[in-house]
């Protein structure tokens, strides 16, 4: 046996031993048992949405509202409760900036450089879950707790919004 | 020239893209997105290439929103492609776009959404009076004439009589009117285009025509103009309806009894076919229960 130090290999998001958990991108409801690798990806619950997957601690509840954002930080998907969190309609949001919706809230952090970064190595499928301070873009005065994650396919990040109570 | 079109009904568009008609239709409210034609009987057809399209982008997309976005993006390329072929002056390249284009659309959709968007951004472009817009024109106005010669023969006992008040073949409305005359053709209708400045002989000209309505188009003449030709049409017709095509500001609907139609060449022509049909203003044509037709919406003119 060679005793030298060596590089090891950790574990990335394909590698998780956990499931990722599967959710609509519109109702953020479970998949029904015949939603899961069909060859459709529509959900059957509210045929508005997409189904996702996203490891156990990034994916939403029902009750959480969520945004999905590609590599090039562009909004590919909205659920029914964050458009009316931020008072916006997937259809408008969709292809815009993430910084039109949300910018960063954290007073610990110097500028948006973190958030954005998060944002891209989540979409890359590599990152790990990150818990952030958000504020919508054009108002003060209100925070969300949020955690960003990655989810796919294709490859995304998952921003999950919170009211900080969790 | 819409034969290789293929067209889906909302049970085979709905199995194509593996979900239930419901969410075809509640993807319609939603997104406007497929967009169907509508059957003589009103019911729902879709083109094949547009519900491709779609199904294709949902296997790549995070949600309906981006994978509807992404194939419109790519039925929307035939645009650029025409665009970039008028601007380049290659006659071969802009016929060849028109025919990708009518490989996933109906002429009506390939005219109102490929061909007049086009030619359109060429006027925004460089002007309306400019020499690419007038090649531009020529060109859109051929090939609206190659598509009428190629329409069946007239099939309905309707006859529409279209008094053409646009300047000439440059002006901006004259496309559209084409385009509204040989929706009409296709749809079956006899189309008789006068200039709205020739009276003379007019009676027996329509004598022989028996137009059912009356539509007077561009915004190019006067209103004194328009109210002689009219007057000489009733006079030889008898109180035809009558309805207002791309008067622009000329068109008062306080003024006028006229009905005014949409800008929309496509829903112009589907007004008209109301008026000829005998339907009442704002009364949709018959529709079953799962594939009713939206009210219409066009203006209510009052009686002055």
């Not at chain 2, 319609?28 to 169907?36: A, S, T």
């Not at chain 2, 981006?66 to 072929?85: C, F, K």
């Not at chain 2, 004259?174 to 005359?181: E, I, M, P, W, Y």
Request: charged residues 25%; aromatic residues 4%.
């Amino acid at each position: 046996m060679i005793d030298r130090p060596r590089l090891v290999a950790l574990p990335g998001y394909a590698d998780r031993p956990r499931p990722d958990v599967h959710f609509c991108g519109h109702c953020g409801r479970p998949p029904l048992e015949s939603d899961i690798q069909p060859s459709s990806r529509v959900c059957t619950r509210c045929g508005l949405g997409l189904i996702v997957a996203a490891p156990p601690d990034g994916a939403p509840t029902p009750a959480d509202p969520f945004l999905l954002v590609d590599g090039q930080l562009a909004v590919c998907g909205v659920s029914r409760l964050a458009e009316e969190l931020l008072m916006t309609k997937e259809t408008d949001a969709v292809n815009g900036h993430i910084g039109d919706l949300l910018v960063p809230a954290d007073v610990e952090i110097a500028g948006s450089d973190s958030l954005i970064n998060q944002i891209i190595h989540a979409a890359r499928g590599s990152g790990e879950t990150h818990h952030v301070v958000l504020r919508p873009a054009r108002e003060f005065g209100i925070r969300f707790w949020a955690r960003i994650s990655p989810c796919g396919p294709p490859k995304a990040a998952l921003i999950v919004l919170a009211d900080g109570r969790e | 020239m819409d034969a290789g079109v293929r067209t889906l009904k909302t049970s085979e568009a709905a199995s194509v893209l593996n979900v239930s008609p419901n969410t075809l239709r509640a993807w319609e409210r939603r997104f406007g997105y497929p967009k169907p034609q509508r059957t003589a009987g009103k019911h729902r057809l879709y083109t094949h290439g547009e519900v491709a399209a779609l199904r294709d982008a949902l296997q790549e997309g995070l949600s309906i929103s981006s994978a509807i976005s992404r194939a419109r993006e790519s039925l929307s390329s035939d645009t650029s492609t025409l665009v970039g072929a008028l601007q380049a002056f290659e006659l071969d390249r802009a016929d060849a776009a028109m025919e990708a284009a009518l490989a996933l659309r109906s002429v009506e959709r390939s005219v109102q959404e490929v061909l007049l968007p086009s030619i359109n951004e060429i006027g925004e472009r460089h002007g309306f009076d400019s020499a690419p817009w007038a090649f531009a024109a020529r060109w859109a106005t051929d090939w609206l004439q190659r598509a009428q010669r190629m329409a069946p023969p007239p099939s309905r006992p309707a006859a529409i009589l279209v008094g053409d008040a646009t300047r000439d073949d440059l002006d901006p409305d004259a496309l559209s009117l084409k385009a509204l005359q040989l929706f009409a053709v296709r749809s079956g209708a006899r189309v008789l285009v006068l200039p709205i400045t020739g009276v003379a002989g007019l009676t027996e000209v329509l004598g022989a025509f028996a137009p059912q309505v009356v539509v007077i188009a561009g915004a190019h003449a006067s209103d004194d103009d328009v109210a002689r030709w009219a007057y000489r049409v009733r006079s030889a017709s008898g109180a035809l309806p009558m309805a207002l095509y791309r008067r622009g500001g000329r068109a008062d609907a306080a003024r006028t009894t006229a009905r005014i139609l949409p800008d929309s060449a496509g829903e112009a022509h589907r007004v008209v076919l109301e008026v000829l049909d005998g339907r009442p203003r704002g009364v949709a044509a018959p529709a079953d229960d799962h594939d009713m037709e939206q009210p219409d919406n066009s203006r209510q003119v009052r009686a002055s």
